[in-house]
C-alpha cells in the first residue's frame, strides 16, 4: 500500500486562492481530491483520469477548481479559486489504482479508493 502525501493547504481570506498538491508514487488510473469536517461525511470534490487527462468535478466546485496531473512528478495538483468559508475542509488526496474511477455509477465514490492520504488542511475566513 503506498500512500499519497498531499501539500499546499493554510488559511486564506474568502475570494483568495490556494494551491494543493498530491505526489504519489506507484501507478494510479484515477487520482481525486476529496475533504471532510468534522461531523460530516467525506465528499468528492475533483477527479481525474490519469493518462488521458479526464477530469470530473462535483457541483460544489465547478467553475472554481481545477485538477490537474504532472506526469513527469507522478503528483496531481487542485487550484481552488473562488475560495468561501464552506470550502474550509480537510483534504485528501486518493488514488483508484483500477478501473472504473470510483464507482460505475459515482466517480467520486470514496468507498472505491484504494490508497489515502493523511490530509492538509484548508481554512477559508470571511
Known amino acids: 500500500q503506498v500512500q499519497p502525501v498531499e501539500s499546499g493547504g493554510g488559511s486564506v481570506q474568502a475570494g483568495g486562492s490556494l494551491k494543493l498538491s498530491c505526489a504519489a508514487s506507484?501507478?494510479?488510473?484515477?487520482m481525486a481530491w476529496f475533504r471532510q469536517v468534522p461531523g460530516k461525511e467525506r465528499e468528492g470534490v475533483a477527479a481525474?483520469?490519469?493518462?488521458?487527462?479526464?477530469?470530473y468535478y462535483s457541483d460544489s466546485v465547478k467553475g472554481r477548481f481545477v485538477i490537474s496531473e504532472d506526469n513527469a512528478s507522478n503528483t496531481v495538483s487542485l487550484q481552488m479559486m473562488s475560495l468561501q468559508p464552506e470550502d474550509t475542509a480537510m483534504y485528501y488526496c486518493a488514488t483508484d489504482k483500477s478501473p472504473p474511477c470510483g464507482s460505475w455509477d459515482d466517480t467520486l465514490d470514496p468507498n472505491e479508493y484504494d490508497d489515502w492520504g493523511q490530509g492538509t488542511q484548508v481554512t477559508v475566513s470571511s
Open positions: 506507484g501507478s494510479a488510473y484515477c
Open positions: 481525474i483520469y490519469r493518462l488521458v487527462g479526464r477530469t
